[in-house]
Structure formats: structure tokens, C-alpha cells
């Protein structure tokens, strides 16, 4: 803002400005300009353009084993007959995804919330205690991943061997091959790797409650629940729908998880995990690129709109 | 554009010829790393180099053939000509077809020596794009003692091995035995139930999903009737668990000694005969049952096949050096060293070949009567018909739908991706 005011060589007031002063924040600007300008060819160069790429090629019938043949068929891969709105399998990748997201993130925030008061109580393990329920969240997902796919096998998984020595199953479990049990799995383990990461938001927003509210809630000999319903809550609400948005954009455009854990099974499949399919098993360049892009769209909306809901919280508050 | 490739290549084969009667070329050969294929494939090479004065480089690449098809299918995209030859599958020819050269100038007849089966399946719009290097064809194991002791014959139809493997299996569990189960197979929803299920509704007379011109005739009452029959094995004498088995799982099963039947491809006889086999010495192989009625017998062929980029620039010496790899006298030592099937039907009649692997004389009318997967059909799009497909037989196994119900629903979605049959 301040950058375009002085550029026009008018203050915000709208009075001129000496000469001098309008051609030194003219150079300034300029300079301002120039130091922007590296991030912003990178961010071109890595972000744009291959953005751009994509969208351009979701109108075309691109496919990759001869790239250079294609020709534009606009909205076919979209609205087409064969498009992406009439394809069943990118619904069932839909809804898949709105299902990990909702569950993962509703389990997680829950969780996090109980992690968070936990750690709050001032106790000489807290910080122990935190740089433990750090180690989920810091092990790379894919490690993870494939560590919970041995976990949970059918014949040679630690948790099937408990489960029935204590008699709980009969016959093992396949977790992630069994059709109804494989999303409850994948949701499983990412709640067990992101908890930690919406425990320690919530937590930062813990702190910031001011103590005073506290002890004079202790004055007046207010119940515990009605503490943390009347003042912690409400004081740390805009700091869990932070949380949670994040949360959200992630879990809207997961890949490694559930590629590794259950590779391109239809009843698991993401929208991002169609999405490679299409591009790399299949080839599909084209068609691809249209299902990466409707991705994109979605979630650059759901952005937008959080980013929405957010500001407007924080000028009501 | 075009003109400039097709000089490019021009250029590249005058090159080659220069090369071949001048200089040495160094050729970059990519095969697979599974246990001792690799070890047999540089020594082949390196054998190959020292006798033409050449070079060979053997490059590394992913185990996992779903991986290794996409790097290939990167490198060839890309017209790079970073690795000259290479190994591929049985299924991909009609995948990587365009991007590799045609071997017909180079065979002088070879092609005649090899199988026709596999010579078709390598055949791409006319042009020969690969040489079959060795084969592989679903097979049933049984175990002769159990067969023998319950006075059970070796299965000719469908019927009469799921009959057998009930009643074996009911006698050995009410002997003690009761983890035995009648009959293993692949199920878990990869490329391998594709080949399961295509040996089940080809046998049936059901069809190859797509038939040569393209024409989709999977949906009809044979396949549904095969299918059908598939679905009724689970939990009864096969496994539940067999939904997720692949090869080594139901080796797993039936090299522990807790099956009576398998289907599995040729590598695991030398496994299941090798030291520490719980059932070494028991073991028989034969031809995989047909229908009851119609059909005969199919086994899905596999196998791999050695094959130039069109995008290298020693097509004479690199298409050498495959047709000397997949020569006669390199398929015998292959065999003799590592069990795998020649390509060739004149070795199977070979003694030394006979004598180090007594199943391969078996193996010869399989091999003739081996059904392809629909691969020259669909194309580039193979691999999209395979995955609806294994998908499709995935869902009645696991008896979420009825047989017809999910014919019907892959016969729509095999239309859509098709275009309506057009494939293109």
C-alpha cells in the first residue's frame, strides 16, 4: 500500500509532495522492486509456470508417450462426455478425500485439544513430554507410512499378533486390504502422525490466555468444566480454526499416505492419487492435467474462503 | 519436425552402420535386478562385447515393474537416448510400441525360431518392436502324495479341482491338519489377478476381455459363469485372505505345505523343489483346468522381451546385441543357470535343458496355447483395461457385486475409456 502512495509522489492525504522526496521514494521503490524480483522469477519459474502448464494442457488430448501430438479439445475432459463431472471414478476419489479430510481432521483436532490441556498443566515433564509427542509428526510420512502398512499386516503384523493372542480375533485382520476397513486404517495412522502438530498450535494458543482470567474465575469459585467452556474455549477458538484450516488444505490434497499404504485401491483412492494415476500409469497428460486442475481450483476455494472467515472473526474480534 | 527425426534417424543408422564395420559403439543395456537375472544378463553382455569389440553398460533400474514402466516411459517420451536397449514385459510392447525400432531388418528370420505366440504379442502396428528373450505361463502345482493318497486324479476341468481340493482338504483337516486349504491363487487387485481371471473366462469361452479388432466382449454369461466359480472358492477352499495374495504369498501358503493346488508361474517349481522346501519331492505341475462345457485350456502368457529405442544412435549394433541375447545358445545357458524358459521350441526338446529342469518338457504345449492379455487391442490404453478389469474381479471375489452386474459396469467403463471401442 505505503509502496504505491509514495509512487504517485502523493501522500495518503492527498497533498503533493517536494520533488526530491517523490524521486527518493521513486528509488526506493524501484529498489524494492529489484530485491522482490529474484523470488518472484523463482516463483514463476517453479509455481506459475508449471500451474499455467497444467491448465493448458487440461484442454488439450495430450497424451505423454508422444507429447508433441495433441490438439485442444477445450472443456471436453471437463464437461465432455468422457469429461471428468461424468466420471465415476474421480467421484469416488472425491468423496474419498472429503472422507479423510472430515474424519482425520475432526479426530485430530479433538485429540490435539485433550494433548494440549494435558501439556498445559505445569509439570517438570512438560517439556520432555512435548519434544516426545514431537517424534509422529517428524518422521516422514512415507517412513511412517510404510512402517504402519507392517504393522497392520495381515501375516506378519504386530497388531494382528496381539490381537489374537489376547483372543480378541480369530483370524487376522487384513487392515488395509480389507475394502471396509483400509480408509479406517489410513485415517488411523494419519491421526496418530498430525495430533501432535494440532496439539502444539492449540497449546501456543493456550498460553496466550491471559492468567488473570483464570484466577479470578478461581476467585469467584467457578466449576473446572464451566472455566474451560466460558473462558478457555472461546479465547482459543480463532487459534483451533487456524489449526484446523491448515489441517484441512493439507488433508484436501494427500498423496503419500494413502499411495503407500493402499497404492491405487478405488475404495482409499485420493483426489491426488487419481490424479497421478492418470498422468503417470496412464499416461493420460490431458485428462490428467484437468483433474489436477479442478484439484487446484478446489482447494485455492476452500483457501479463499477460510481466509474469509478468518479475517472477518478477527475484525469482529 | 518429422523431417528433421526422420533425418536424424537416417543418420543415426548410417552411423550405426559406420560403427558396426568400424568403430566400437557402447551400447546401454537395462535389465531387471530380481535375484540372479541381473549377474546372468552382464555376463551374456560382457560375453557378447569381448566376441564384437563393442561395449556394454548395464544400467540399473527399479525392481517394481510398475516403476520401471514409467521410467521407461520418461526416458522414451523424452526421445533420450540414455539407455539403447531394453528389457520390457510381455504386456508393454503396445505401450512403448511407437518408441521402439522395428527388428525385421535385422532378424534375418530369427523371429521364425521363437514361439508365434509371442511373436504376434510383439508385433505393433505391422512392425516387430521386440524380441522375446524368455516365457512365462500360469501353471497349476498339486501335490502329487495328497493326490495320490486320496486316489484323486490331476484336474482336467474347473469342476473337478474344486471338487478334489474340497475333499482333500476336508480329509487332511479332519486328520489334524487344520490349516490345509484346496487351492491358492493371486487376488489381490494388481496386474496379477488380471492374468487369473483372464485363465478363468478364456477357459470358459468367455473371451479376452477385448477381442483383436478391439471389439470389447467381456460381458457375457460365460465370463459371468467364470467368475461365478472364482467367487465360490473364497473362504471355501481358498483362503479369504487370498483377496490380497500375490505370487509370493501363495507360494508362501503352499511351499509350507498347506495347499493342495496353486497357480503360479514356472519360478516357483525350482523354489518349491529347492532345499528347505516343505514339499520337495511332492509337487507335480500341469496344464491349468478349463470349463467344464465350452473352452479349453489358457494360460496367461508372460514373459519378457529385449527391444531397441527408436531413439538410439547404434540400431545395428544395439538390435546385435539382442538378437545374440536372445539366441539359442544364450536362452540354453539362461536355462541350464537360472531355470528360465527358452522362447525357442527346439530347446525343449533339448536334453541337457530336459535333464536340469524335468518341468519345461510340460511347459511346451503351454506355451503354444498361452493366452495374451489384450495388449496389441487397446494400445497405449492396456494398462487402463487391465486395472477396470482387475478391479471388476476384484468386486465379485470380494462379493460386493454379482458377476453380471459387474460385467455390465465394465463393459460401460471399458466404452468410455475407449471412446466406444475406438482405442485412440
Same mark, same amino acid.
Given at each position: ?27 526506493? @521503490? ?6 522482490? /524480483?529474484?523470488?518472484? +522469477? $523463482?516463483? *514463476?519459474?517453479?509455481?506459475? %509456470?508449471? #500451474? ?77 513430554? @512435548? ?6 509428526? /517428524?518422521?516422514?510420512? +512415507? $517412513?511412517? *507410512?510404510?512402517?504402519?502398512? %507392517?504393522? #497392520? ?165 | ?424
Amino acid at each position: 500500500m505505503e509502496l504505491t502512495h509514495t509512487a504517485t509522489g502523493v501522500t495518503p492525504d492527498g497533498s503533493p509532495v517536494p520533488a526530491a522526496r517523490a524521486g527518493l521514494s521513486a528509488q526506493r @521503490r524501484r529498489r524494492a522492486w529489484w530485491m522482490l /524480483a529474484p523470488m518472484l +522469477v $523463482v516463483l *514463476a519459474a517453479v509455481a506459475g %509456470w508449471p #500451474l499455467l502448464r497444467t491448465i493448458f494442457f487440461s484442454l488439450t488430448d495430450a497424451h505423454l508417450s508422444s507429447p508433441e501430438r495433441w490438439q485442444f479439445i477445450w472443456l471436453e475432459n471437463y464437461i465432455g462426455r468422457y469429461g471428468l463431472v461424468l466420471d465415476p471414478a474421480w467421484w469416488g476419489a472425491v468423496g474419498n478425500t472429503l472422507v479423510f479430510a472430515l474424519l482425520s481432521v475432526t479426530l485430530e483436532t479433538l485429540l490435539g485439544l485433550g494433548v494440549a490441556l494435558l501439556i498445559n498443566q505445569p509439570s517438570r515433564v512438560r517439556t520432555l513430554l @512435548r519434544a516426545a509427542m514431537l517424534v509422529p509428526w /517428524a518422521i516422514p510420512t +512415507v $517412513v511412517s *507410512a510404510k512402517m504402519w502398512s %507392517w504393522m #497392520l499386516h495381515d501375516q506378519f503384523g504386530v497388531v494382528n499378533h496381539y490381537l489374537l493372542q489376547w483372543g480378541l480375533i480369530h483370524t487376522p485382520i487384513a487392515w488395509t486390504a480389507d475394502p471396509s476397513l483400509a480408509m479406517f486404517a489410513i485415517v488411523l495412522v494419519d491421526v496418530w502422525k498430525t495430533t501432535p502438530f494440532m496439539a502444539l498450535l492449540i497449546l501456543a494458543a493456550l498460553q496466550m490466555v491471559p492468567a488473570d482470567c483464570y484466577e479470578a474465575a478461581r476467585v469467584d469459585g467457578v466449576p473446572a468444566f464451566t472455566v474451560f467452556r466460558r473462558i478457555t474455549l472461546p479465547l482459543i477458538a480463532p487459534g483451533i480454526a487456524v489449526a484446523m484450516v491448515f489441517r484441512m488444505l493439507d488433508a484436501l490434497r494427500v498423496f503419500d499416505l494413502i499411495y503407500v499404504m493402499t497404492s491405487n485401491s478405488r475404495d482409499t483412492r485420493s483426489m491426488s492419487v487419481f490424479v497421478r494415476e492418470q498422468l503417470i500409469d496412464f499416461q493420460q497428460t490431458g485428462y490428467g492435467s484437468a483433474a489436477a486442475t479442478l484439484l487446484f481450483f478446489t482447494i485455492a476455494a476452500i483457501t479463499i474462503v477460510a481466509m474469509r472467515v478468518l479475517r472477518s472473526r478477527e475484525a469482529d474480534a | 519436425m518429422k523431417c528433421t527425426t526422420s533425418s536424424r534417424l537416417l543418420s543415426a543408422i548410417a552411423l550405426a552402420v559406420i560403427a558396426t564395420t568400424a568403430s566400437a559403439a557402447s551400447i546401454k543395456l537395462s535389465c531387471s535386478g530380481l535375484g540372479q537375472e541381473l549377474e546372468l544378463c552382464k555376463r551374456n553382455a560382457q560375453t557378447w562385447a569381448t566376441k564384437t569389440g563393442h561395449q556394454v553398460q548395464v544400467v540399473a533400474t527399479p525392481n517394481d515393474a510398475s516403476e520401471r514402466l514409467a521410467l521407461y516411459q520418461q526416458v522414451l517420451s523424452a526421445g533420450s537416448d540414455k539407455i539403447d536397449v531394453f528389457q520390457i514385459d510381455v504386456v508393454w510392447p503396445g505401450l512403448l510400441g511407437q518408441h521402439l525400432l522395428d527388428l525385421k531388418p535385422y532378424t534375418q528370420g530369427a523371429q521364425s525360431q521363437h514361439f508365434a505366440s509371442f511373436i504376434a504379442n510383439n508385433t505393433h502396428a505391422g512392425r516387430l518392436v521386440a524380441m522375446p528373450w524368455f516365457a512365462n505361463a500360469g501353471l497349476l502345482y498339486y501335490r502329487r502324495d495328497l493326490l495320490e493318497k486320496y486316489g484323486e486324479k490331476v484336474p482336467i476341468t474347473w469342476d473337478d479341482l474344486t471338487a478334489s481340493a474340497k475333499k482333500i482338504q476336508n480329509a487332511e483337516r479332519a486328520a489334524g491338519n487344520d490349516k490345509m486349504w484346496g487351492y491358492v491363487w493371486q487376488g489381490r487387485a494388481y496386474e496379477g489377478l488380471t492374468c487369473n481371471a483372464l485363465e478363468w473366462v478364456a477357459s470358459h469361452g468367455g473371451g479376452t476381455i477385448v477381442d483383436s479388432d478391439g471389439r470389447i466382449n467381456v460381458r457375457n454369461a460365460n465370463a459371468a459363469a467364470a467368475l461365478r466359480m472364482a467367487a465360490s472358492w473364497v473362504g471355501t477352499i481358498s483362503p479369504t485372505a487370498v483377496l490380497n495374495y500375490a505370487e509370493e504369498e501363495a507360494r508362501g501358503v503352499f511351499q509350507a505345505g498347506n495347499a493342495v493346488f496353486m497357480r503360479n508361474w514356472p519360478y516357483a517349481w525350482s523354489l518349491a523343489q529347492g532345499e528347505g522346501s516343505a514339499v520337495r519331492g511332492k509337487v507335480g505341475v500341469a496344464v491349468l483346468p478349463r470349463g467344464a462345457t465350452q473352452g479349453g485350456n489358457a494360460a496367461a502368457l508372460g514373459g519378457e522381451l529385449l527391444a531397441v529405442s527408436k531413439y538410439t544412435r547404434n540400431a545395428g549394433v544395439a538390435a546385435d546385441l539382442v538378437m545374440y541375447m536372445t539366441s539359442a545358445a544364450v536362452q540354453k545357458e539362461r536355462a541350464l543357470a537360472g531355470s528360465f524358459n527358452p522362447t525357442q521350441p527346439a530347446l525343449y526338446r533339448d536334453p541337457d535343458i530336459l535333464k536340469a529342469n524335468p518341468f519345461m518338457g510340460e511347459l511346451y504345449g503351454i506355451f503354444n496355447r498361452a493366452v495374451a492379455r489384450p495388449t496389441s487391442a487397446t494400445g497405449a490404453r492396456y494398462n487402463q483395461v487391465s486395472n477396470e478389469f482387475w478391479n471388476a474381479a476384484h468386486d465379485v471375489l470380494a462379493g460386493r457385486t454379482k458377476p453380471d452386474e459387474a460385467l455390465e459396469r465394465l463393459d460401460a467403463s471399458l466404452n468410455r475409456l475407449s471412446r466406444g471401442a475406438k482405442w485412440n
